[in-house]
């Protein structure tokens, strides 16, 4: 039965008028941590690849596999998730995505076997790909609009941060001590899972589920603490009527108004995301097998993209309040088919050639990864905002499966990278008209009014 909840829109509006506290500011730190391991172990396969050819001889199908059967685990993760956090909150989710992705690093560590290390990968696979997708759900949720996207995109910096970081201690721990112990270091943010105990649950959810007296006193500690810390606090402006639907499916995903944004969302979390580990997961093998570079050196120059990277995506962090999600979205899909197309055109026969024009689309193609985690919980009611997340995460998830495949037939077909950039320069085109044509502007409107 759908019905109207005045108690849940006050907590709507009540949330909607606070700064950004000092509670709402730790428990994105908090966030940010487990998502920032969640980066970090994400791409660890990537930097290890060179070293786990060598010790077991693969060859292209078999470094394929290991890097596709992570994604699939991935998929499988973010399906999950959407619902298991609309239906038992998001903090609760974020915790057991965090010991899943933590123990199943330590399993890596340990792996007798290529085989044994694959099943590690799935596993850990099924615990990154649904954390960041709750966590961004429960970060875009305590926060009011006029600041939402700068809060929310500066929490997903650490999600970018991770990958930096992976790159950068995988350059010198895989040449110096081995891969087992880059996946060792992986399993560290299990320690974690006692600070999330003090992260307080949405209340936004609380209400969405009828726990009203669980989400005024939730949003009551937001409240106090931007008091002390502020003072007087804004006055409360009624906010758009909040619908409870105790029969709420994923299917509703799929109807009337979000219909369009599904089909919108979905395409530009599929090329984004093909793009991007299209690219990155293939990088340092690509260096060390087509242009035979030492491991050490094709990790540095991973190393420089995922940097380069990390500059894009503080660049839109914070100017996406100012010039909007689409704009933000646009201009990142649009600079990544150039810089590709180019690529392309150019076919590079140097590692350092193709190091400068991937580096160069990571500015773009990070920003709007970031800030698609941002972009796509805006797009769907409190109720099911979770599995709306996970759907554009599924097809995420199809992107990273389907973009190594590309890479690994190209380069095992050739041994040539253009074919790779004139692929990727098309998928980001694509990417470009979709948001352009049928995207909707989120910047600094409430959520229930973006999704009654």
Not at 28 to 53: E, H, M, S, W
Not at 157 to 173: D, I, K, Q, R
Not at 203 to 223: N, Q, S, T
Request: glycine fraction near 10%; charged fraction near 15%.
């Amino acid at each position: 039965m759908t019905t109207v909840d005045s108690r849940g829109a006050l907590v709507a509006a009540r949330i909607d008028r606070l700064p950004a506290s000092r509670l709402a500011v730790r428990a994105r730190l908090v966030i940010g941590a487990v998502t920032f391991f969640d980066g970090f172990d994400q791409l660890l396969i990537a930097y290890a690849l060179p070293a786990l050819r060598a010790q077991y001889h693969l060859d292209t199908a078999a470094i394929t596999f290991t890097i596709t059967v992570g994604s699939v685990g991935m998929l499988i993760g973010a399906l999950l998730t959407g619902r298991l956090a609309d239906r038992f909150g998001r903090v609760p989710v974020v915790a057991c995505c965090l010991v899943l992705y933590s123990l199943s690093s330590l399993f890596a560590a340990l792996a007798p076997s290529i085989e044994w290390l694959q099943a590690a990968r799935f596993l850990q696979g099924m615990g990154i790909g649904g954390e960041v997708l709750v966590a961004a759900t429960y970060i875009s949720e305590i926060i009011g609009p006029k600041t939402r996207g700068r809060f929310v995109l500066l929490y997903e910096l650490a999600f970018v941060a991770g990958l930096a970081m992976a790159s950068l201690v995988s350059a010198w721990v895989v040449p110096s001590f081995g891969w087992r112990v880059l996946f060792a270091v992986g399993a560290l943010p299990i320690l974690l899972a006692i600070a999330l105990r003090t992260v307080p649950e949405s209340p936004r959810w609380l209400a969405a589920r009828g726990r009203h007296d669980e989400a005024e006193a939730a949003v009551g500690r937001f409240e106090a603490v931007a008091r002390k810390q502020f003072g007087t606090l804004p006055d409360v402006v009624p906010s758009p009527s909040v619908t409870v639907d105790d029969r709420a499916s994923v299917l509703d995903l799929f109807r009337g108004r979000y219909f369009r944004r599904t089909v919108v969302v979905s395409v530009l979390w599929f090329v984004s995301f093909l793009v991007n580990y299209g690219l990155s997961s293939w990088l340092p093998t690509i260096y060390t097998s087509v242009f035979h570079l030492d491991v050490h050196t094709s990790l540095v120059y991973s190393m420089v993209t995922t940097v380069a990277g990390l500059v894009g995506s503080i660049v839109i962090a914070t100017t996406v309040d100012r010039f909007g999600r689409r704009t933000g979205l646009i201009v990142g899909l649009l600079g990544g088919a150039v810089i590709l197309g180019m690529a392309a055109l150019a076919a590079p026969t140097t590692g350092l050639g193709v190091m400068v024009f991937v580096s160069s689309a990571a500015v773009f193609v990070f920003a709007v990864n970031l800030a698609l985690n941002l972009y796509g919980p805006e797009l769907y009611p409190t109720r099911s905002r979770a599995a709306g997340a996970s759907i554009g995460g599924v097809f995420a998830r199809l992107g990273v499966i389907v973009g190594p495949i590309i890479t690994g037939l190209a380069v095992g077909a050739n041994g040539g990278v253009a074919p790779v950039f004139a692929v990727l320069a098309v998928a980001c085109a694509i990417g470009c008209a979709t948001v352009a044509l049928f995207g909707v502007e989120t910047a600094r409107r409430p959520l229930e009014a973006l999704s009654p």
